[in-house]
C-alpha cells in the first residue's frame, strides 16, 4: 500500500524513537543480544525511511514551492488537498535546531516548513547557506495556543498554565528596535524586489473665478527601490536549553535571537540616518568647528529645516541618547531666566517626543572634540522604510563553544531600510554634553 509522507515521516519517528531509547539505555547498563539486533535493525530502518522520504519530498516540492502562507487549514496550507491538510501550529524551532546539531534530517512538521521556507526564498531570490533550517515567520507567530478546558472556572483545568502568544523572531527584532518606538514604516512578509513611487511635490491649489481657466498643476514622482539583504548574527545557546521541550524554552531561543538581530538592525538604522542627514542634499546643521552644547534655538532649527521641504508629515519625532537628554534636561529654553527645560519630563523636545537610544553614538568626533560628540536626528520616520522579506535561517555551530558546553547559533534575516524622502530628516553631529 503507498504512504502518504505524513505516514513515512511518523513511521520513521517511531523507529528512531525506539533505537534513541536503546542509545540511552546502553549509557546506563550493557545491552542485551536481542536489544543490540533490535537497535541494528530499527538504524538501519532509519536510513532506509529516509531515502525514501527524501524522494517523496521531491516527489511533492512543486505544491510546496507554491506555499506563500503557513498555518492550519486552507489558508495555511492552500497547495494541499483537503483531506491531507495539516496543522503546523505543532512546530517547535529547538527541536529543529537540535536535530541539526545531531546530524538528524529533519521529520513531521520541522520538516514540511523548512521545504515551504526554502520554497520562498526560491520565490524571493534569496540565496540560502544550503547547511542550516528556515523557520517563515508566520509558522511562530501562529503557534499561540488557547486552551478552553474548564470546570465552572475558566482555565482551571490548565489553561491559565499555557502561554497565549509566541512571538516570531522577526516579530521580536521589530518591537526591540528604536525604529518601532519612532514610527518607522516597517512592511513584512516582502516578496521579491520592490520599486515605491514617492510623491516630492504637492498640487498647486488655485482661486479662480466661476469661468477662469485653470493652469496645470504638475505632481512630481520619484522611486526606489528596495531588495532583501542578508543579516546576521551569531548568539551562545546551552543545548540542555535546546533539549527542553517547553514553550518557554522555545520562546528564550527566540527572543536571544531576536534581540541580537534588534541590535544589528538598530546600528545598521542609525548608520542609515547619520548619513541622510550628512549628504550634499542632506539637512545637517552644524553647531561649531569644534562642536558645541546644544540649545532650544538648534531644536527649533533643526525643524525648521525640515518645514522648509514641507516635508514635516505625520508625527515627527528626536531620537538622540541619554548623554543630550541629560544635557537639555538641564538648559533651560532661554538662557539668563529660570524658564522650562528643553528636555521636558513628558520626553519632549519643543513638543515633539524624543526617543532615547544609545545607539545613537555620542564618541563622534568634531574638530578638537574628539570621540565625545552626540547625534540628535529630527524627522518624520514613517517615510523611513524598513523591508523584510521571508523568514529567519539558523546555522549551528558545535565547536566554537565546546568549552563553555555552548553551541553557537547564527541567525540569518533578510531585510532592507532606506528613506522614501531624504529631506524629511534633519539633524546634529557634534552635540557637545559634557
Known amino acids: 500500500m503507498k504512504k502518504t509522507l505524513k505516514e513515512l515521516l511518523d513511521e520513521r519517528a517511531l523507529k ?31 536510513l532506509v525511511l529516509d531515502e525514501v522520504i527524501a524522494s517523496k519530498r521531491q516527489i511533492e516540492s512543486f505544491q510546496l514551492g507554491r506555499a506563500a502562507y503557513v498555518g492550519s487549514g486552507e489558508e495555511g496550507n492552500r497547495d494541499t488537498s483537503k483531506g491531507d491538510q495539516r496543522d503546523l501550529a505543532g512546530y517547535n524551532l529547538n527541536k529543529a535546531l537540535l ?23 526560491k520565490e524571493d531570490g534569496i540565496k540560502l547557506t544550503g547547511n542550516g533550517i528556515v523557520v517563515l515567520d508566520e509558522v511562530l507567530q501562529k503557534r499561540g495556543q488557547t486552551v478552553t478546558l474548564q470546570t465552572t ?18 516579530e521580536v527584532l521589530q518591537a526591540n528596535t528604536f525604529l518601532d518606538e519612532v514610527g518607522a514604516r516597517f512592511m513584512t512578509g516582502l516578496t ?23 493652469n496645470d498643476s504638475e505632481i512630481l514622482f520619484s522611486s526606489f527601490e528596495m531588495k532583501p539583504a542578508r543579516r546576521g548574527t551569531t548568539v551562545p545557546i546551552s543545548r540542555q536549553l535546546l533539549i527542553q521541550s517547553s514553550i518557554d524554552m522555545q520562546n528564550f531561543t527566540i527572543n536571544a535571537i ?56 505625520g508625527t515627527p519625532k528626536y531620537l538622540t541618547n541619554t548623554k543630550v537628554k541629560a544635557k537639555l534636561k538641564t538648559t533651560q529654553k532661554f538662557t539668563g531666566t529660570n524658564g522650562d527645560p528643553v528636555y521636558n519630563d513628558d520626553n519632549e523636545l519643543n513638543g515633539y517626543k524624543a526617543v532615547i537610544s544609545n545607539i545613537v553614538p555620542s564618541n563622534l568626533t568634531k574638530g578638537t572634540a574628539t570621540n565625545v560628540a552626540s ?7 514613517s517615510d523611513f522604510m524598513v523591508g ?16 563553555s558546553a555552548q553551541i553557537e547559533i547564527t541567525a540569518n534575516a533578510f531585510w532592507n531600510m532606506k528613506a522614501a524622502r531624504v529631506k524629511s530628516f534633519s539633524g546634529i553631529k557634534d552635540a557637545l554634553t559634557a
Open 16 to 46: 528512531f524513537g525506539e533505537a534513541e531509547t536503546l542509545a540511552d539505555e546502553s549509557d546506563k547498563r550493557e545491552l542485551t543480544a536481542e536489544e543490540r539486533t533490535l537497535f541494528t535493525t530499527r538504524t538501519s530502518e532509519v
Open 99 to 121: 536535530a541539526k546539531l545531531d546530524n538528524r534530517a529533519l521529520d513531521g512538521i520541522e520538516a514540511e516548513v523548512q521545504q515551504m521556507a526554502e520554497a520562498r526564498a
Open 153 to 170: 472556572n475558566p482555565g482551571d483545568q490548565g489553561g491559565v498554565l499555557v502561554e497565549k502568544k509566541l512571538q516570531g523572531v522577526l
Open 192 to 214: 521579491g524586489d520592490l520599486v515605491f513611487p514617492v510623491q516630492e511635490t504637492m498640487p498647486i491649489i488655485q482661486e479662480l473665478t466661476e469661468i477662469e481657466a485653470m
Open 258 to 313: 531576536g534581540e541580537a538581530l534588534a541590535q544589528k538592525m538598530n546600528a545598521e538604522a542609525i548608520s542609515n540616518l547619520l548619513t541622510i542627514i550628512t549628504l550634499a542634499n542632506g539637512n545637517l546643521l552644524a553647531l561649531g568647528l569644534n562642536g558645541a552644547a546644544p540649545t532650544y534655538n538648534d531644536i527649533v532649527a533643526l525643524e525648521a529645516l525640515v518645514d522648509g521641504y514641507n516635508h514635516k508629515r
Open 375 to 381: 547625534a540628535i536626528v529630527y524627522g518624520n520616520f
Open 388 to 403: 523584510m522579506w521571508g523568514g529567519t535561517e539558523y546555522i549551528i555551530d558545535p565547536f566554537a563553544k565546546k568549552k
